[in-house]
Nanobody, 113 residues
Framework: QVQLVESGGGLVQAGGSLRLSCAASGSLFSNYAMDWWRQAPGKQRELVAQITPSRNTIYADSLKGRFTISRDNAKRTVYLQMNSLKSEDTAAYYC???????WGQGTQVTVSE
């Protein structure tokens, strides 16, 4: 069973940056498309970004230009670089193996004004 462990969340001021990491166990990481999702209090979980094995990416329209997803297959890690953070980016952020029910435990991002 593949396990995903997120890290890198925290408290940041509006306009700041954070980089989230999601480390995967197992040897097939390079074969997986990987997602970042987020869930704010009282809201549904939403897809933030996805990266395919060939490094094609998609983003939520509202986040294009501020967030960047990337991967390092040698480290079995997917990253989410978040810039120009806003208070509305406050949420728990989760990584997932695309189209599966394999999720990490989440990491909290809080953006203060």
């Amino acid at each position: 069973q593949v396990q995903l462990v997120e890290s890198g969340g925290g408290l940041v001021q509006a306009g700041g940056s954070l980089r989230l990491s999601c480390a995967a166990s197992g040897s097939l990481f390079s074969n997986y498309a990987m997602d970042w999702w987020r869930q704010a209090p009282g809201k549904q979980r939403e897809l933030v970004a996805q990266i395919t094995p060939s490094r094609n990416t998609i983003y939520a329209d509202s986040l294009k230009g501020r967030f960047t997803i990337s991967r390092d297959n040698a480290k079995r890690t997917v990253y989410l670089q978040m810039n120009s953070l806003k208070s509305e980016d406050t949420a728990a952020y989760y990584c997932r193996i695309s189209t599966t029910n394999v999720w990490g435990q989440g990491t909290q991002v809080t953006v203060s004004e």
